[in-house]
């Protein structure tokens, strides 16, 4: 989210016309529709859009015959832990909505009592089961002259002005109005702290109280001191207390502005402009942020409407308004600007009514920083226990059920059952308690507490009905807030699109502006989400002018070597999008470019190619040495790359998974890629142990705020010695030993049809703790027919992978080697000739081509590993081979290979099936294993076979592979 920076223009809000050139919106409202001057105005009657409920269809409480309000209550209001919104609406949501309740509705209560009965033995209110507990309630006030016959029912006042007009700031009548006033600079009172003023003589907290000061509602007792405000329950508790401060912060900084601009105006010119800017910012918030954060779309205004009577609806005021007390929280939460706790703590909704103090020395901002972080509750058939069992103190000693209350004023007020409610705004009525809510749960209660459909108290139901798509409530709440609030807009002449005192400038002003401007002008907070009605956690808050920020960095192994063709991935925060894709350099870089801030991103790194890459038979040495507890592995990251079934333990089912690599048995890791990456700057909490409480393989970027470099650990499975090649180039290991395990085989001339039995032998093998190799034959001469172990212990079918058709036979063994003799027979190949006259030394070759030849001394240094036949006449010379280019088919890439018994020239060639030569190359080789690397690129040919040739000094032979798309 991206935080617009506050910034207070001193010529924001400027007027060019005179402003007494257009009429001004009366404090009481009255008069705003000419034709119907009383309408919205403070003191008129709440409009009835709903059929009357009264028992005796005049003024006595509705259903007479419905369940006991404190029942319902306990049976289907308790509330056990939190139940947040589904929306993620925020604090915000119900303390806003609470502060316009106050800006446009206000029936006080009369001196007749209707208390509500308590149940015998209730759990809070009855615990010792006396029988006389009930809950202290006052009806709504009557309006004079009303009540005197069904043609005359009771009815009710609405004493301020239903216009949404900041009335809850400046007050629906002149007496308040005036007191709050300073009558210098069109200023609002503020006591110390820029706070609100106090009931007071000079409007402090110390001073004496003030006989003249406006009422202020104080149903706790607890402090006589309270704050002024535009309506009297401000003090109900510090979240609302807070909107009051806001909004007159609000009024005082745009007169500033205004006298700046317009330095003649007079006082009173100046209240007035800043009230009705006031007035329009509340608006705005009302209809373009509040009411669509709910799930509340109204249709397009289309202007003033003078046939609309703005007039509060008796059952909005009663019942559908009355939504915002399942929403509220038990936990106020006070946090500083950096999003921490303050060391005050956090609050408890039942010890903050009516109780100002709480603001003394922390003032507004904590509240505003904790309503944007905490969710509000869903809007359910639940309520919290702090209004349920301990509204304004305990139960007992001054508590009440809100709950109950709420249920007992739809009947005292005369409003209909659910579906009488619903039929008056056109929807069609429940046939039967489970169309009401998709919870059966409560569909229960309901059927067992109310019996009849038709008698379901209409708050009870309204709060039970499944909600809307995308909306916080059901579609009856719907309706009626739909229905209010289209009033409220319609039948307003100085509704602030049309307000004939705003400039066409001004309107663009105030429509363009958020609460979350408000706050940023009026707070010292610093940072806070752009939609305030949606929770966010501090750390998800972004504060940077910037708008895009780079996001780039490397990855290297443990022993800083750059890692290429890794793929990088940055994908959404929550890693549901994938944004785009990069490889790594040949540094082991990467770059993902400028990215947009304020925004979050999840960078993931992959690889998974190669997997026999730089992983030997010494790995396995050193992996069997750890699990030996022999010299135990002393890195993460060496233990990361011995996980190779990715099982978070290091194991000899490992050791299998990497001998299966290495005898090119599999090319991938079951269960595991061929690298993982850590970041860079993790922290093992246990090094020895990194699985034990996991570790990340990605990075996650909250919110992108500046330029971030994001580094890796590369870690290739299986490779714990750190000789993996990070470029990934294909070579063979440039620092080999010339230094050589040599095998010794009797050479000797084949006979068709004979079983070859080739003893292997090795004069340096008690130096020696493993090896591996590849032993090429010609499978046109030779089938492999078996092997049998002989001295070599731990050796056996496991320890070689034969590939029949490639004519290869990979070896990687280790063990123990102390007892034997260079004479000692260590295994025994067998195999079935099929050729005559032909040399054992002329078909057999050791060398690299799939498994490396290596062989590792008991200091763990790399030698070769080598072949010797041994005649009559002595050692026998290695015999040139052209082998089968891998992988075949190609498909990117593949490795010609072939051995040269003595260094020297050769070349390499490469044709069509019609003869155009599509590559060529010589050079100079060594004595040896040789391999030439070749892209499909390289070979720029299409889909086809292709030949190849090598010619040298020690012989020529061709071969074909097969290219595919």
């Known amino acids: 989210m991206r935080q617009i920076l506050p910034v207070v223009f001193a010529g924001l809000f400027l007027v060019s016309s005179p402003l007494f050139a257009q009429p001004i919106r009366p404090i009481d409202g009255f008069g705003n529709n000419p034709d119907h001057p009383a309408w919205g105005s403070a003191g008129t009657q709440l409009q009835r859009v709903t059929p009357i409920n009264y028992a005796n269809g005049i003024n006595s409480l509705g259903g007479p015959d419905w369940p006991n309000p404190r029942l319902i209550s306990n049976t289907l209001f308790a509330q056990d832990g939190l139940l947040n919104d589904p929306l993620n609406l925020s604090d915000y949501c119900w303390v806003f909505g609470q502060f316009i309740d106050h800006d446009i509705t206000f029936v006080p209560d009369g001196n007749e009592l209707i208390h509500i009965l308590v149940p015998v033995g209730d759990p809070w209110f009855d615990p010792f089961g006396q029988g006389n507990a009930f809950i202290p309630m006052n009806r709504s006030l009557q309006a004079p002259g009303t009540g005197t016959g069904s043609n005359n029912p009771r009815q009710h006042l609405n004493n301020i002005t239903a216009f949404i007009d900041g009335s809850a700031v400046y007050g629906s009548d002149l007496q308040r109005a005036n007191w709050l006033r300073t009558f210098q600079g069109g200023k609002l009172k503020t006591s110390a702290g820029n706070l609100l003023p106090y009931n007071t003589l000079d409007g402090e907290l110390d001073g004496e109280l003030d006989p003249t000061a406006p009422h202020m509602d104080n149903a706790v007792g607890l402090v006589d001191v309270l704050f002024v405000a535009g309506d009297a329950r401000a003090n109900e508790n510090p979240l609302l207390t807070s909107f009051h401060t806001l909004f007159v912060r609000e009024h005082n900084r745009l007169c500033d502005s205004l006298a700046v601009a317009h330095p003649n105006w007079t006082d009173e010119q100046l209240y007035q402009h800043a009230r009705r800017i006031v007035g329009g910012l509340i608006q705005a918030i009302v209809f373009e942020e509040w009411l669509p954060a709910m799930g509340v779309d109204l249709q397009p205004y289309q202007g003033y409407d003078p046939t609309v009577n703005p007039g509060i609806f008796n059952v909005f005021s009663a019942a559908a308004f009355r939504l915002g007390h399942t929403l509220l929280n038990s936990n106020i939460m006070r946090l500083d600007n950096d999003g921490n706790v303050l060391p005050e703590g956090n609050l408890q909704l039942a010890q903050a009514f009516f109780n100002p103090t709480v603001l003394e020395g922390i003032g507004i901002d904590p509240y505003f920083k904790g309503m944007g972080v905490q969710i509000q509750q869903d809007l359910d058939s639940k309520v919290i226990d702090d209004v349920r069992n301990f509204l304004f103190g305990p139960p007992g000693a001054g508590g009440l059920d809100l709950a109950s209350i709420n249920i007992t004023r739809g009947r005292e007020r005369g409003i209909p059952g659910l579906n009488e409610v619903r039929q008056a705004f056109g929807l069609p009525p429940f046939q039967n308690f489970f169309e009401i809510t998709n919870k059966p749960v409560v569909a229960s209660a309901l059927q067992a507490l109310y019996g009849d459909i038709e008698d379901i108290d209409a708050w009870v139901g309204m709060l039970a009905e499944s909600h809307m798509s995308d909306a916080l409530f059901g579609e009856t709440i719907m309706k009626v807030m739909e229905a209010q609030f289209t009033a409220l807009r319609d039948g307003d002449r100085f509704y602030y699109e049309i307000d004939p005192g705003l400039s066409a400038a001004e309107i663009a002003e105030i429509k363009a502006t958020k609460l979350h401007d408000v706050l940023m002008r009026n707070t010292g907070i610093s940072i806070m989400q752009d939609n305030v009605f949606a929770a966010m956690p501090h750390e998800m808050l972004c504060a940077t002018q910037l708008t895009a920020a780079n996001i780039a960095g490397g990855l290297q192994t443990e022993g800083d070597a750059g890692v290429s063709n890794v793929t990088m991935k940055i994908h959404s925060a929550d890693g549901a999008v994938l944004y785009d894709e990069t490889s790594s350099d040949a540094a082991g870089l990467y770059d993902f470019g400028d990215r947009s801030t304020c925004d979050g991103y999840l960078i993931e790194p992959y690889k998974n190619d190669l997997a026999n890459n730089g992983v030997t038979t010494l790995d396995l040495v050193l992996l069997r040495n750890h699990i030996l507890g022999v010299d135990p592995l002393d890195s993460p990251y060496q233990l990361i790359a011995a996980d190779a079934n990715r099982s978070q333990t290091v194991s000899t089912t490992d050791m299998v998974a990497i001998q299966k690599v290495i005898l090119t048995i599999v090319d991938e890791f079951d269960n595991n890629t061929s690298w993982r990456f850590v970041p860079a700057d993790y922290e093992f909490a246990d090094p020895e142990n990194p699985f034990a409480d996991g570790f990340p393989e990605t990075v ?64 340096r093998i008690a130096e020696m703790v493993g090896y591996q190799y590849t032993l090429n034959y010609d499978p046109g001469a030779l089938t492999f027919a078996g092997l049998k172990p002989l001295a070599l212990p731990d050796f056996g079918n496991e320890n070689f992978h034969v590939m029949e058709d490639a004519g290869a036979i990979t070896v990687s063994w280790l063990g123990e080697t102390k007892e034997l003799q ?144």
């Open 700 to 763: 996650q970027i909250p919110n992108l705020l500046a330029a971030q470099t994001i580094n890796f650990i590369a870690i290739k499975i299986g490779d714990l010695n750190g000789t993996a090649d990070p470029l990934q180039l294909g070579d063979e290991p440039s620092d080999r030993s010339d230094d050589q395990l040599l095998f010794a085989v009797e050479d000797r001339e084949l006979e068709a049809g004979q079983s070859v039995e080739i003893v292997f032998q090795a004069d």
């Open 822 to 965: 260079a004479e000692d027979p260590l295994f025994v190949l067998s195999f079935e000739s099929s050729v005559e006259g032909v040399s054992l030394s002329e078909l057999l070759t050791l060398d690299s081509r799939y498994t490396p030849a290596q062989a590792y001394n008991r200091e763990l240094e790399v030698l070769g590993a080598g072949l010797q036949f041994i005649s009559s006449e002595g050692i026998v010379p290695g015999q040139f081979a052209l082998y089968q280019n891998s992988p075949n088919p190609v498909r990117s890439s593949t490795v010609v290979g072939f051995y040269l018994p003595e260094a020297g020239t050769a070349s390499l060639t490469i044709w069509d099936g019609s003869g155009k030569v599509v590559y060529e190359e010589e050079g100079q080789y060594a004595a040896g294993l040789n391999q030439v690397r070749l892209t499909k690129a390289q070979l720029a040919a299409g889909a086809g076979v292709l030949y190849y040739r090598l010619r040298s000094a020690s012989g020529e032979s061709t071969r074909k592979m097969v290219l595919v798309d």
